[in-house]
């Protein structure tokens, strides 16, 4: 495996928690009752996905998985306000998808340059004493704790953007072809598996023409079932409008090599394996080569496939098989992603559930858990307007019929208390 190469992973994103509100009293001379002056906490870092196009793989994420956002501040007297957190962007290569680790569900597809996914929220500020003074209690002694940033495990998986997907049998002599035809600079080695990760380069006509060509590591018979390298790379062309199949001259029978990859191809994706192919029978260089090509021609021209002839060591055909991709892409539709992120409407705020949990209870719903979090316990006041609201909410009468009973413990969020009538 390419050390340089990374192509999915999985990290844990914690958003920053928003700032604590404070209680606080105006404190001045000659001003013996001065009123509430707490101010709040400032909003906590939001965690951010950002696609780049000059990145090829998620390098960046593999020995660091653990990222977190900057959290707010909290507030001071004399309302002064927290600052808020700094968000945290994270860069990907465009074409990363964001999944669920656990359903797999598609998230978010960056599929263009500088296009973000907001992953994790960053949580707001708690307010201080300022915002609870009313007629019927104006020096109030209740204030909120900043709520917890969004948590969450996300996987990514790069599937790479290209127009033109280069696929064959190893030593096929892909990466050298790309290389000539682009601006990509592979490794190139006279031995199979030369190529241990996709390559990506820019082919350009003129000035208003051009298109993106992958290299994928070479193929074998079997390759599905995990020899050679496997078939963990076909994801990346997945998403292409053309396959170059490119065909080694100097191999004992190309066309056989041809049927057995686009076998593989069949066993990973039978989508896959009907998306449009140019057939190219590579080092005419060499008499086998030549040999080769007219029997090559028949059948492709037998199957309703162009096919061309090249070498690309003494770069003969290459100019005219760059003119005919382009011709083929310019009548090809724009490959759209067949799964589209799964977008899941939040239920309200105020919905919870009410559930045994070993000896004692557990409630869970958004409100109610970061009611929990964000209540000051050491301030009577904070604890009393916690109780009115849980109630408000139904979360006691929902407990009382479920059969909560004298003494048990319940649990929402991270806190817990103590059941009593």
């Keep these: 495996m390419d050390e340089l190469f990374l192509d999915e992973t999985k990290i844990h994103l ?29 909003r906590g870092g939001e965690v951010v996905l950002v696609a780049e196009r000059n990145l090829n793989t998620l390098n960046t ?52 340059d500088q296009q973000e996914f907001a992953a994790a929220r960053g949580g707001r500020g708690g ?59 592979p490794k190139i080695a006279d031995y199979p598996f030369t190529t241990l990760a996709p390559n990506l380069g820019v082919v350009v006509l003129n000035d208003e023409a051009a298109f993106v060509a992958a290299d994928i590591p070479g193929l ?44 593989e191809l069949e066993a990973f994706s039978p989508a896959l394996a009907t998306k449009p192919q140019i057939v190219v029978l590579n080092k005419m260089d060499l008499p086998s080569a030549r040999a080769a090509w007219p ?6 021209e037998k199957n309703d496939l162009p096919a061309l002839a090249i070498s690309a060591a003494t770069h003969q055909g290459v100019q005219e ?18 799964e589209l992120p799964v977008l899941r409407p939040e239920p309200p705020e105020e919905v919870f559930t009410v559930s045994r949990e070993g000896e004692g209870w557990r409630v869970r719903g958004k409100k109610a858990e970061r009611l929990m979090a964000m209540t000051y316990w050491d301030e009577p006041e904070s604890v009393e307007r916690l109780q009115r609201i849980l109630e408000a909410l139904g979360v006691f009468t929902a407990l009382r019929e479920a059969g909560v009973q004298e003494g048990e413990m319940v649990h929402i969020g991270a806190g817990e208390l103590e059941w009593t009538e």
């Design 14 to 42: 914690k958003a920053g928690d928003g700032g604590d509100g404070i209680v606080s009293f105006r404190r001045e001379k000659f001003i013996p009752f001065g009123g509430p002056d707490g101010g709040h906490g400032g």
């Design 61 to 112: 994420f593999r020995r660091k998985h653990h990222f977190k956002a900057e959290s707010g501040t909290s507030g001071g007297g004399n309302n002064r306000h927290g600052k808020d957190g700094a968000p945290l962007r994270l860069t990907v290569p465009v074409g990363t998808m964001v999944r669920d680790p656990e359903s797999g569900e598609l998230l978010a597809d960056l599929t263009s």
């Design 127 to 185: 307010r201080g004493n300022s915002a609870f003074a009313k007629p019927t209690n104006q020096a109030p002694r209740v204030a909120e704790r900043g709520e917890p940033g969004e948590e969450r495990w996300l996987r990514l998986e790069l599937r790479l953007i290209a127009d033109v997907g280069l696929i064959g049998v190893p030593n096929a002599g892909k990466s050298t072809l790309l290389s000539i035809i682009s601006n990509a600079r």
């Design 220 to 263: 074998i018979e079997g390759a599905h079932e995990g020899r050679g390298l496997g078939d963990r790379f076909l994801r990346h062309i997945e998403r292409t409008r053309l396959l170059v199949h490119l065909l080694d001259g100097n191999a004992e029978n190309p066309l056989k090599d041809f049927a057995a990859i686009n076998a």
């Design 295 to 300: 029997k090559v021609k028949r059948r492709m």
């Design 321 to 338: 098989l760059v003119e005919h991709i382009a011709e083929r892409l310019a009548v090809l539709p724009v490959a759209l992603s067949a």
